[in-house]
């Protein structure tokens, strides 16, 4: 790859050029891009070699002096390379991201200097991004903890009324967990989410969930295969239900797993609910401050 940009950091702003090394090795490019005098002459010492150690030592230069190195792969990824912390060199390319990458491109960053890399799709976290908050790229013990915009029994949903992003509505108090459900089955969009209840549990929704309904009322002869309480399939005693997954982030308060079922399950008929494998799905954390938080109102209005 013999195509790219050079960022400077410290502006945000960006050059493109020919090969990395070679076109920052000519004095008037170094100097355009605002490096001291003393590393201008550093970089220009260096015996350049493809893709040898004279050609790393001049890229090591360069970011230990505030430089970004990007370049694309592919369709979607573009890689950013630097040497300084990440979340500024994250702050730093906003203003080429905006310029350069569209919703479905995927921004890699790699931190040379500590092994560090963290990537993500750019459409679904530029809003966030440009607002200021990158901690949500974060590892989990490296994120502050997020002060929820509303109290328990809430629903969390994703991309209702094909808005993107999500949305919650805090819900009634003194509510039972049955009497919620049917609640919302009256007012509520089939939308994937959570639904919070008042205890600390937290219920997976999604188009294909099962009943939350005691499977007695639906089938008897199918009652004890599943959990009575939130209906999730459960292949016996020793199987998880979602009443289960009480293991909370402590950034987010969400659950960190809950249990899929396998290919047979209740559906929304009630029809079958033999399953043969409980897996786990891995937590992503809700950025809690770009949530749309709506008036129980709302949701009452939108299901008339």
Same mark, same amino acid.
């Given at each position: 790859? *013999?195509?790219?940009?050079?960022?400077? %950091?410290?502006?945000?702003?960006?050059?493109?050029?020919?090969?990395?090394?070679?076109?920052?090795?000519?004095?008037?490019?170094?100097?355009?891009?605002?490096?001291?005098?003393?590393?201008?002459?550093?970089?220009?010492?260096?015996?350049?070699?493809?893709?040898?150690?004279? *050609?790393?030592?001049?890229?090591?230069?360069?970011?230990?002096?505030?430089?970004?190195?990007?370049? @694309?792969?592919?369709? %979607?990824?573009? !890689?950013?390379?630097?040497?300084?912390? !990440?979340?500024?060199?994250?702050?730093?390319?906003?203003?080429?991201?905006?310029?350069?990458?569209?919703?479905?491109?995927?921004?890699?960053?790699? #931190?040379?200097?500590?092994?560090?890399?963290?990537?993500?799709?750019?459409?679904?976290?530029?809003?966030?991004?440009?607002?200021?908050?990158?901690?949500?790229?974060?590892?989990?013990?490296?994120?502050? !903890?997020?002060?929820?915009?509303?109290?328990?029994?809430?629903?969390?949903?994703?991309?209702?009324?094909?808005?993107?992003?999500?949305?919650?509505?805090?819900?009634?108090?003194?509510? !039972?967990?049955?009497?919620?459900?049917?609640?919302?089955?009256?007012?509520?969009?089939?939308?994937?989410?959570?639904?919070?209840?008042?205890?600390?549990?937290?219920? *997976?929704?999604?188009?294909?969930?099962?009943?939350?309904?005691?499977?007695?009322?639906?089938?008897?002869?199918?009652?004890? *295969?599943?959990?009575?309480?939130?209906?999730?399939?459960?292949? @016996?005693?020793?199987?998880?239900?979602?009443?289960?997954?009480?293991?909370?982030?402590?950034? #987010?308060?969400?659950?960190?797993?809950?249990?899929?079922?396998?290919?047979?399950?209740?559906?929304?008929?009630?029809?079958?609910?033999?399953?043969?494998?409980?897996?786990?799905?891995?937590?992503?954390?809700?950025?809690?401050?770009?949530?749309?938080?709506?008036?129980?109102?709302?949701?009452?209005?939108? @299901?008339?």
């Amino acid at each position: 790859m *013999r195509e790219g940009y050079w960022v400077v %950091a410290a502006t945000g702003a960006y050059h493109l050029v020919d090969d990395h090394a070679m076109w920052i090795q000519r004095p008037e490019n170094a100097r355009a891009l605002g490096l001291p005098e003393e590393v201008v002459e550093a970089i220009q010492a260096v015996r350049w070699d493809f893709n040898g150690p004279g *050609r790393r030592q001049i890229l090591t230069l360069a970011m230990d002096n505030g430089l970004i190195r990007s370049r @694309g792969h592919g369709p %979607a990824e573009v !890689t950013f390379e630097f040497r300084m912390d !990440t979340e500024a060199a994250i702050r730093a390319v906003v203003p080429f991201m905006q310029a350069t990458l569209g919703p479905a491109s995927v921004p890699k960053f790699n #931190c040379l200097r500590t092994g560090e890399s963290i990537s993500f799709v750019y459409g679904e976290a530029q809003k966030i991004i440009e607002a200021g908050t990158i901690s949500f790229l974060l590892p989990v013990w490296r994120r502050p !903890t997020q002060a929820l915009p509303v109290q328990r029994p809430y629903l969390l949903l994703n991309g209702f009324d094909q808005m993107p992003g999500w949305t919650c509505w805090e819900l009634p108090e003194g509510l !039972t967990s049955h009497e919620l459900v049917t609640l919302l089955r009256q007012h509520a969009p089939l939308g994937s989410g959570w639904l919070a209840l008042s205890d600390g549990r937290a219920w *997976r929704l999604a188009p294909s969930t099962p009943p939350l309904t005691p499977l007695l009322d639906i089938n008897p002869e199918l009652a004890d *295969r599943a959990c009575p309480d939130c209906g999730w399939p459960s292949g @016996g005693k020793g199987a998880s239900c979602q009443c289960r997954n009480l293991t909370v982030c402590r950034v #987010c308060s969400l659950p960190f797993f809950w249990p899929i079922p396998g290919r047979d399950y209740t559906n929304l008929q009630g029809a079958s609910c033999y399953v043969t494998v409980l897996a786990s799905a891995g937590h992503r954390c809700v950025h809690w401050p770009s949530v749309r938080v709506l008036p129980f109102d709302d949701l009452i209005r939108r @299901g008339r």
